[in-house]
Nanobody, 123 residues
Framework: QVQLVESGGGSVETGGSLRLSCAASGRTCSSYTRGWFRQAPGKEREFVASIIWSGANKYYADSVKGRFTISRDNAKNNLYLAINSLKPEETAVYYC????????????????WGQGTQVTVSS
């Protein structure tokens, strides 16, 4: 079993930045694809970014390309998401995920999920 715990969320103004972290405990996630999803109020959960086990390949939703950067530290079992130029519509709960599949495009593709961290962007 893997437990994922997100941190780093908070409230920022439009254009602000945050760095989300996800700590994994239990069995190691070093061989898993890891990623981030988000769910805004009243909307469906959506893919944000993912990174394969080696870090060599990263995938981003079109809406965040150029502003979000996903990275991982397998030695620490940590995952990160650097978020820049935040927009009010990106107010959401951000979830850390991990899975055995190379691509984690839907929540159902994932094997493990965190409880989420709230990001609030004010205009």
């Amino acid at each position: 079993q893997v437990q994922l715990v997100e941190s780093g969320g908070g409230s920022v103004e439009t254009g602000g930045s945050l760095r989300l972290s996800c700590a994994a405990s239990g069995r190691t996630c070093s061989s898993y694809t890891r990623g981030w999803f988000r769910q805004a109020p009243g909307k469906e959960r959506e893919f944000v970014a993912s990174i394969i086990w080696s870090g060599a390949n990263k995938y981003y939703a079109d809406s965040v390309k150029g502003r979000f950067t996903i990275s991982r530290d397998n030695a620490k079992n940590n995952l990160y998401l650097a978020i820049n130029s935040l927009k009010p519509e990106e107010t959401a709960v951000y979830y850390c995920v991990a899975g055995r599949r190379v691509l984690l495009l839907t929540f159902d593709d994932c094997d493990y999920w965190g409880q989420g961290t709230q990001v609030t962007v004010s205009s």
